[in-house]
């Protein structure tokens, strides 16, 4: 098991750290900063893997986009693509190097029997953010623009695929062991733009990436996709898929490939609540993923608000479980 964002806010070790270090950016660029943040969790907790402090922005930021975080109201990205050209941008990819000394330093650290997963954002969810300059429930400027323009979109997506590889497949050469695409908009879409926007976008980055390192595991987690998960597993070529916690563990236990690993899918709320509410929803979906490989975690990431104690009362279950 490991927990989405598990190097995050709820953790008071990290608010201190940060109330240091100063903002959001400067410490996923810090390499000694976001390695230290990277293995706090692992001192609390006994997870099984360790996720890299980063943020998936940081491939349009490489791309030549202007990067900010604002207090309270999050990214924004500039110029927004709705109204600017790719060709107006100056790429900057040396922006991802720190990134990679992070890897390399965590690595140095990290038990041998803890795996070190590194991630990006697949290629809609960060075009989404790219086009509109910040993020959106509805998406609705990005998924507007795959209709008027679909050629500015395949651009778009073309070069933000070449950038994810490239970015992955520097992670795994600086230490990760697996690697995970967070689809974290993937629900927005119908299923013929899931089909393109989503499932064939993440295919090639699998297969490139394979061809690369044929031994990495990926994992993909297309938020949101819910009846549109089968097709994920089946066209993908993912080694595991992540599922949110709306997707009913027994349906995913039937529906998905037989044998193929999933990962997933306690509501980060449930988590917060703690008590019988934590422990029943936390045996249904150990329950239902018996007869499986299932990598325990949320259905997205955990919230700020998070009881320590709580943590600590899902780990002891899982483990217990487990054993």
């Excluded at 490939?257 to 999933?262: E, K, R, S």
Aim: net charge negative; hydrophobic share 40%.
């Amino acid at each position: 098991m490991w927990l989405m964002r598990q190097a995050g806010r709820y953790l008071p070790e990290y608010r201190e750290l940060r109330a240091k270090k100063g903002g959001f950016l400067d410490m996923a660029y810090d390499p000694e900063t976001a390695a230290e943040i990277t293995l706090q969790p692992l001192r609390r907790f006994p997870f099984d893997g360790a996720i890299l402090f980063s943020d998936i922005l940081v491939v349009p930021h490489a791309m030549g986009m202007d990067l900010t975080f604002v207090v309270g109201e999050g990214p924004r990205l500039a110029p927004p693509l709705c109204d600017a050209r790719l060709d107006d941008l100056e790429p900057a990819l040396e922006r991802l190097d720190p990134i990679y000394e992070t890897v390399r330093r965590v690595k140095a650290e990290l038990s041998p029997q803890t795996t070190f997963l590194g991630f990006a954002g697949s290629p809609w969810t960060v075009a989404t953010y790219m086009i509109a300059g910040q993020g959106s429930r509805e998406q609705a400027e990005a998924r507007q623009l795959a209709y008027l323009d679909p050629a500015k979109m395949d651009s778009i997506l073309d070069i933000v695929s070449r950038i994810t590889v490239d970015y992955l497949s520097g992670q795994i050469e600086a230490g990760v062991d697996a690697v995970q695409l967070f689809d974290s908009w993937s629900g927005s879409l119908s299923p013929a733009q899931f089909e393109n926007l989503v499932i064939r976008r993440t295919a090639w980055i699998v297969s490139e990436l394979r061809r690369r390192h044929p031994e990495t595991p990926i994992i993909g987690f297309p938020k949101g996709a819910g009846g549109k998960l089968r097709a994920y597993a089946d066209e993908t070529g993912v080694d595991a898929v992540g599922i949110d916690e709306t997707v009913d563990p027994a349906w995913a236990a039937r529906e998905l490939p037989a044998g193929l690993p999933v990962q997933g899918n306690l509501d980060p709320l449930a988590l917060i609540a703690g008590g019988e509410a934590l422990n029943s929803a936390t045996r249904r979906i150990l329950d239902a993923f018996a007869d499986r490989p299932h990598i325990f975690n949320l259905g997205h990431g955990i919230q700020q608000t998070t009881p320590i104690a709580n943590v600590e009362q899902l780990v002891a279950l899982v483990k217990r479980q487990g054993d």
